[in-house]
């Protein structure tokens, strides 16, 4: 491998478009109804600024093994990615948002598309940074009901061991997450969008009309129509089914668990003296509910991501909650 040149940060005089948002809240269908624009290719997943990828090399081989991270969601490097001439390409860009902006142009270029749009749900924790290389930067951000959010994020570890399970970490995550948006947003007013996965389900239309007036790109595209493209993964909303499972999940989590109201004082305490309940992310879903409700919904949530180990022995899960009730309990002190 070739010597590694540091990058300069440096600016690029054009708009920037990233779409992020909270693990499993719906980033993966905006990208595509995003990407069926005709102006605007929407490139999934490279992970370019959250890994701070902020060197180059003046190795060619070294070179395309990134680009095959970048578009890591694509089968293959795109042919006509793998015949650039990389040393020649690249040798006059000194900068990190130089480089992000070359490759993304030059994929979208290729498929006739004016502009290019990236979604990584991990850059929202990057947010004021990578502004700093777009100052015109677009952000559209996805919001989901954190209920079914994180039982879609823990049913994804159901097969992992449990010392990968920390919701301790998810919480702080989220909280860092927050920190982020509130920052960027204060720095940069009209550039975040924020949306609820939702209303993108159920109205899918009208808020991705929305998102494209955001974008300032034509929006008359949208029409049943455009759709079309996407429908098999517009999903169905199914909030019946999954509460009568989650119910039933309970019912069994209620016999296994000892100290579960125990924990989950700790639990409430932690997200209180946070405020992460009056964050931007659950804003709009505890709104209108007293607040015996929402402690009512985050503990449905608990129940439900413990479900994810209920096959093992009780004397275990019984000592995960205590180890994750007395971290809390250091973290409050």
């Given at each position: ?29 905006l ?70 902006d ?17 979604k ?5 924790i ?6 700093k ?12 009901n ?51 996965y ?28 455009f ?107």
């Amino acid at each position: 491998m070739g010597r590694l040149t540091p990058l300069k940060k440096g600016i690029v005089e054009r708009k920037g478009i990233f779409v992020v948002g909270a693990a499993r809240s719906g980033t993966t269908l905006l990208r595509l109804l995003i990407n069926n624009h005709p102006d605007i290719a929407c490139i999934g997943e490279t992970q370019f600024f959250h890994h701070n990828y902020l060197q180059l090399s003046n190795n060619q081989a070294y070179n395309l093994q990134l680009l095959d991270h970048i578009f890591k969601t694509e089968s293959e490097v795109p042919d006509f990615l793998n015949d650039l001439q990389l040393e020649k390409d690249l040798s006059n860009i000194k900068t990190v948002a130089g480089y992000f902006d070359f490759l993304l142009s030059t994929y979208s270029n290729k498929l006739g598309k004016k502009y290019w749009a990236e979604k990584s749900p991990s850059h929202v924790i990057r947010l004021n940074a990578i502004s700093k290389m777009f100052p015109d930067i677009k952000v559209v951000n996805i919001i989901r009901n954190p209920y079914f959010s994180a039982i879609s994020r823990f049913k994804k570890l159901k097969n992992s061991q449990i010392s990968n399970f920390s919701l301790i970490t998810y919480i702080k995550y989220i909280k860092r997450v927050e920190d982020e948006l509130v920052s960027f947003q204060s720095m940069n007013n009209n550039s975040l969008f924020t949306l609820r996965y939702e209303d993108l389900s159920s109205v899918p239309l009208g808020v991705i009309t929305k998102v494209f007036k955001f974008l300032e790109v034509d929006s008359s595209v949208v029409n049943s129509e455009f759709l079309k493209i996407s429908k098999k993964n517009i999903p169905v909303s199914s909030d019946g089914e999954e509460q009568e499972h989650h119910s039933r999940v309970r019912e069994k989590l209620t016999e296994s668990i000892y100290d579960i109201d125990e924990y989950f004082s700790a639990f409430q305490l932690y997200l209180f003296s946070t405020e992460l309940s009056n964050s931007i992310i659950f804003k709009d879903y505890i709104e209108n509910h007293k607040e015996s409700n929402f402690i009512f919904f985050l503990r449905k949530a608990l129940l439900d991501c413990l479900y994810t180990f209920i096959g093992i022995p009780k004397y275990r899960l019984r000592r995960l909650v205590n180890q994750i009730k007395s971290s809390l309990q250091r973290i409050l002190s």
